[in-house]
């Protein structure tokens, strides 16, 4: 055995908003959390770009809004696909949470009554979104941050968690083993519980809203040990993506400016949403997607291949106030939004499925627990914008107290066998093959974009299918040179053989299920079929159904 052991009494894998709360957590309980991160700490999720807002029943600017109000709008914008019980603690669990995250020093926009403010977002009844301008995420990122700082918490960075490790008789996850990017050196991270707060796969697609990161390893290293994955198949597509120049396409274009009164338009000078949904642009963020894929593919969009985004109509202190970020993204590429429409499509954002959970965090594996977007069943088929970022502090925070009282309860273990196991398969990857592994990483995207994207159909589904599992076997093949130093196409490597295994598992259940459902749209079933209210699981044993 090669690696150097670090022992924690809750490892916590990703440093987002639901990683660091789950360790600010893990701390209020007097035990020791360990932060690791992929990337750069609470620079490499996805927290810290998620602009538009934090939905919680505060009932400050709609009196009429009620916790029964965001439960059912939640569930109607899930497509019914939800675990009820975990809409039922977000809704209750978040206005809470909010409040810790003020204590820890974030500012969200308040009233002249001094009561927080609130904006409309999509799919949702009343005015319940928090926010703090256009840089809600960064704000509470950066909170959290500092409150971890506080309490000194440990973090390590730019470490790659390849594998979960099992106990001697596989039936607990005893830590994991990560790779040092820095030199390719790997380390037994040893814990009594483990928290994978990951996010989700974003890069799986060429344009999307994601970090560099986000390749699906949580997904993967879940699957790989026996836990349940959850409603794959459901990916959502935001609305609003950037489309030019090249090196910002995909960058996110937040909801709140469509909250604040922007408007879509196609290249007729068309406001064209209400022709879809008369809730017009605040529909949901997969009606709003196909309205504008739809526009595009029939030929009203724009040369850059987007529709407008127009706030020009706006008054400038407001659009000052309430969207400095989008003043400033848009800027620097030479338009002024005050004057001038945005270019906008769609691009990759957030997964809805992910690791089957409990209202404990808890996975189907003892001693592992999960929150965030790593996860699946909260959002159901489709998120509502805001819920997210409540997601990340109410299930955050409770894996990180539910590992917690576990890890009271555990001792530290070792498996040598596998962690071994680990360290050759990673060894083996260094030789001479026939395909760069960043190639590949290219091939997945472009195909999952073309076949498994926003309209899906049997056909191409199952042409990607076949695809993929040819990549699978070219992955016997790469070529990776033999240097330590930050090995990109070794940590390539590592990423394409967790995408093409989430892929696979995303492909597959896309295919099974026949009908179109939230962000799951099937243009050879395109209604929605009352008998398909059930979430698909998916783990190494084989598929099965939850009513929901």
């Not at 916790?67 to 669990?93: P, Q, R, S």
């Not at 794959?232 to 996110?252: A, D, R, W, Y």
């Not at 202190?317 to 499509?345: H, W």
């Not at 926003?454 to 695809?467: D, F, H, P, S, V």
Request: charged share 30%.
């Amino acid at each position: 055995m090669e690696s150097k052991i670090i022992k924690s009494d809750v490892l916590i894998i990703g440093s987002g908003g639901a990683g660091s709360r789950a360790a600010i957590e893990v701390s209020n309980q007097g035990l020791r959390p360990l932060i690791v991160s992929k990337g750069l700490s609470f620079k490499s999720g996805c927290t810290g770009m998620a602009e538009g807002g934090y939905n919680a029943v505060f009932s400050s600017v709609d009196p009429d809004d009620t916790k029964e109000t965001h439960y059912n709008d939640t569930l109607k914008g899930g497509g019914f696909l939800n675990d009820k019980h975990l809409i039922e603690i977000l809704v209750d669990e978040s206005p809470d949470r909010l409040i810790d995250l003020e204590n820890f020093g974030a500012l969200f926009d308040r009233m002249n009554t001094c009561q927080i403010n609130q904006r409309p977002f999509g799919g949702q009844t009343f005015k319940r979104t928090c926010f703090q301008g256009d840089r809600t995420g960064h704000e509470i990122i950066t909170s959290l941050k500092e409150e971890i700082i506080k309490r000194n918490i440990e973090t390590i960075e730019e470490v790659m968690i390849t594998s979960l490790v099992l106990s001697k008789n596989s039936r607990k996850v005893i830590g994991a083993i990560g790779l040092n990017l820095k030199d390719s050196t790997t380390i037994f991270f040893q814990a009594k519980s483990v928290i994978l707060a990951s996010g989700g796969a974003g890069q799986l697609y060429p344009v999307t809203s994601n970090t560099f990161q986000k390749n699906g390893d949580g997904f993967a290293i879940g699957y790989d040990i026996g836990a349940d994955l959850i409603d794959m198949e459901e990916i959502q597509f935001h609305p609003t993506g950037m489309v030019f120049p090249e090196s910002k396409k995909g960058v996110l274009v937040t909801e709140a400016v469509r909250a604040e009164g922007g408007i879509l338009l196609n290249n007729k000078n068309e406001r064209f949403m209400r022709k879809y949904d008369e809730r017009g642009e605040l529909a949901t963020r997969d009606v709003v997607a196909r309205s504008i894929y739809q526009e595009i593919i029939e030929g009203r969009g724009t040369e850059n291949g987007g529709v407008y985004l127009d706030i020009s109509h706006l008054d400038d202190d407001l659009i000052d106030e309430k969207l400095e970020t989008m003043v400033s993204q848009f800027d620097d590429v030479g338009v002024d939004i005050k004057n001038e429409p945005m270019e906008v499509a769609p691009t990759a954002h957030h997964s809805m499925g992910g690791i089957r959970i409990n209202d404990k965090g808890e996975s189907t594996i003892s001693n592992l627990y999960a929150a965030g977007e790593v996860t699946g069943g909260v959002h159901g088929a489709n998120r509502l914008g805001g819920n997210a970022l409540a997601d990340t502090q109410v299930f955050g925070k409770r894996a990180g107290e539910f590992a917690s009282y576990n890890a009271q309860n555990q001792d530290y273990e070792i498996n040598e066998e596998m962690i071994i196991k680990e360290e050759n398969r990673i060894n083996s990857l260094f030789k001479k093959g026939l395909f760069k592994p960043s190639d590949v990483k290219n091939q997945i995207k472009e195909l999952m974009w073309e076949k498994v994207a926003i309209i899906r159909n049997e056909e191409t589904l199952k042409e990607a299918l076949e695809e993929l599992q040819t990549i699978e076997k070219d992955m016997l093949d790469f070529n990776i040179p033999d240097n330590k130093q930050y090995n990109t196409e070794l940590e390539n490597a590592l990423e394409v053989i967790n995408m093409v295994k989430i892929a696979i598992i995303i492909v597959k259940s896309a295919i099974i299920r026949r009908e179109s459902r939230g962000a799951h749209f099937r243009s050879d079933f395109p209604e929605t079929k009352k008998e398909w209210e059930k979430s698909i699981v998916i783990n190494k044993k084989g598929i099965k159904f939850i009513t929901r």
